[in-house]
């Protein structure tokens, strides 16, 4: 049997050199192609037909759960793993309800990379115990979830980036919105988690552990 044909989008050299060598290691996997932004990895999805994508949640040029969406309309079969620098907590049942296959922190055991491929190609999903449990959380009745479960997906990717003290100029430039959009987001993260300032909610991510292992590019 061929090797299963992958696609890793990430924006990091460093970490599609390392996967590539992994999967290089084995028989069943081959690094036919790499993105190193989201605009890339659409158009590479929409160029050929890959067994199964890892893609980096955070990447320039695209929002990183909208990707998801948008691959899932492009091939609504493709396997997508998603490979992050964010513990589960930030953005596993996210990017799970944006139509991921997997989830797999980039600090987590890389023993899990393989089996969790096997696992995406043979047409399943990989979801880690961690994440079983906020899946379980996430389906709670209304009214248990903890406050930034309420935000929209862009919201958090704002409040994600506010609470590591990313300046909302960088962040609208980060994530291609005007200074105006993202100020209206941060006013209605606050809102949403009825909070006063940028400190309130810096505090929050703290008692939450919502700022473990956040990338600082």
Same mark, same amino acid.
């Given at each position: 049997? !061929? @090797?299963?044909?992958?696609?890793?989008a990430d924006d990091h050299a460093i %970490?599609?050199?390392?996967?590539?060598? %992994?999967?290089?290691?084995?028989?069943?996997?081959?690094?036919a192609g790499e993105a190193s932004n989201g605009n890339a990895a659409l158009a590479?999805?929409?160029?050929?037909?890959?067994?199964?994508?890892?893609?980096?949640? !955070?990447?320039p040029g695209r929002n990183g759960l909208e990707l998801i969406k948008l691959i899932r309309q492009e091939r609504a079969r493709l396997p997508i793993l998603i490979f992050s620098?964010?513990?589960?907590?930030?953005? @596993?049942?996210?990017?799970?309800?944006?139509g991921a296959s997997g989830y797999l922190s980039k600090e987590g055991d890389m023993d899990l990379l393989l089996p969790a491929?096997?696992?995406?190609?043979?047409?399943?999903?990989? %979801? !880690?115990p961690k994440a079983a449990?906020?899946? @379980?959380?996430d389906v709670a009745p209304q009214g248990l979830g903890l406050p930034h479960a309420s935000l929209s997906d862009r919201e958090f990717e704002v409040f994600s980036r506010i609470v590591r003290g990313t !300046?909302?100029?960088? %962040?609208?430039?980060?994530?291609?919105?005007?200074?105006?959009?993202?100020? @209206?987001?941060?006013s209605n993260i606050l809102h949403?988690?009825?909070?006063?300032?940028?400190?309130?909610?810096?505090?929050?991510a703290m008692e939450h552990q919502l700022l473990d292992d956040l990338p600082r590019d």
């Amino acid at each position: 049997m !061929s @090797a299963w044909e992958v696609l890793v989008a990430d924006d990091h050299a460093i %970490i599609r050199d390392g996967l590539r060598n %992994i999967l290089a290691d084995t028989s069943d996997f081959v690094v036919a192609g790499e993105a190193s932004n989201g605009n890339a990895a659409l158009a590479a999805v929409r160029e050929r037909n890959w067994d199964v994508v890892i893609l980096d949640i !955070s990447m320039p040029g695209r929002n990183g759960l909208e990707l998801i969406k948008l691959i899932r309309q492009e091939r609504a079969r493709l396997p997508i793993l998603i490979f992050s620098m964010h513990q589960e907590e930030q953005y @596993a049942v996210r990017a799970l309800r944006a139509g991921a296959s997997g989830y797999l922190s980039k600090e987590g055991d890389m023993d899990l990379l393989l089996p969790a491929l096997r696992k995406l190609v043979g047409g399943g999903r990989y %979801i !880690s115990p961690k994440a079983a449990e906020l899946l @379980a959380m996430d389906v709670a009745p209304q009214g248990l979830g903890l406050p930034h479960a309420s935000l929209s997906d862009r919201e958090f990717e704002v409040f994600s980036r506010i609470v590591r003290g990313t !300046s909302l100029t960088a %962040i609208a430039q980060e994530l291609s919105l005007s200074i105006k959009t993202v100020s @209206a987001h941060k006013s209605n993260i606050l809102h949403k988690m009825q909070m006063s300032t940028q400190v309130d909610l810096v505090r929050y991510a703290m008692e939450h552990q919502l700022l473990d292992d956040l990338p600082r590019d």
